[in-house]
């Protein structure tokens, strides 16, 4: 791709979204009756039947992650997040058991590529549940703020994916990012919490 194309796809990419932003934020102000409230253009399980898209993985991931919920250790600098969700299949039912392998750059936009700091994976628990402890990733050159993430059902395939965060100005410019893959993002307390519902395109288990 020449740098002419991805120029081209970018500017298209951001028309895309320049239009279709106020149509969402009018329609969810109307439905909900509340300024506050942002709209989120990532789709529910069943709103189209979207299931959560692919992304790069990028040069970072490592195997063998701990198994841990939480990212936080010793005095880790950073905004603390939780991030939890469900995990769906193509029917909208959760899947237990799911596999989840979250890495991430420091506050500082650095990854830990030595060792195992701001990686670990953990399963979804019998509701089909996940909750992850950490800190707001910093941003790097070429990259808007986002998590990496593998996502595994049991004896299915892998979705390697990227989860984003809204408002940040970096959206735009980054050709990676798609609001299907947005947290929803509130502030609580000191720190925030994000929520996103993975959908897998994949059948959950019978019974
Ligand atoms: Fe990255």
């Known amino acids: 791709m020449t740098a002419e194309h991805e120029r081209s796809r970018t500017r298209r990419e951001f028309l895309a979204l320049s239009v279709a932003a106020p149509a969402l934020a009018i329609g969810t102000v109307r439905a909900l009756g509340a300024q506050t409230l942002r709209p989120t253009p990532t789709p529910a399980c069943g709103d189209g039947g979207h299931a959560t898209p692919p992304q790069t993985e990028g040069p970072y991931f490592k195997?063998?992650?701990?198994?841990?919920?939480s990212l936080v250790e010793g005095d880790v600098p950073g905004a603390r997040i939780v991030v939890e969700g469900t995990v769906l299949g193509a029917d909208c039912r959760p899947i237990p058991r799911?596999?989840?392998?979250?890495?991430?750059?420091?506050a500082g936009g650095r990854y830990d590529n030595a060792g195992f700091r701001l990686r670990g994976h953990q399963f979804t628990d019998e509701a089909g549940?996940?909750?992850?402890?950490?800190?707001?990733?910093?941003?790097?050159?070429?990259?808007?703020?986002?998590?990496?993430?593998k996502v595994q059902a049991p004896h299915q395939a892998v979705l390697t994916t990227q989860l984003y965060f809204p408002d940040e100005p970096g959206n735009r410019?980054?050709?990676?990012?798609?609001?299907a893959l947005l947290l929803a993002i509130?502030?609580?307390?000191?720190?925030?919490?994000?929520?996103?519902?993975?959908?897998?395109?994949?059948?959950?288990?019978?019974?």
């Open 63 to 69: 195997p063998r992650s701990p198994a841990r919920v």
């Open 98 to 106: 799911v596999l989840l392998d979250f890495w991430q750059a420091d």
């Open 129 to 149: 549940r996940y909750r992850l402890e950490t800190v707001v990733p910093g941003v790097y050159p070429g990259r808007t703020r986002h998590f990496h993430v």
């Open 173 to 179: 410019r980054d050709s990676l990012f798609t609001p």
């Open 186 to 207: 509130r502030d609580e307390g000191a720190g925030k919490r994000g929520r996103f519902d993975f959908v897998l395109d994949v059948q959950t288990p019978a019974g």
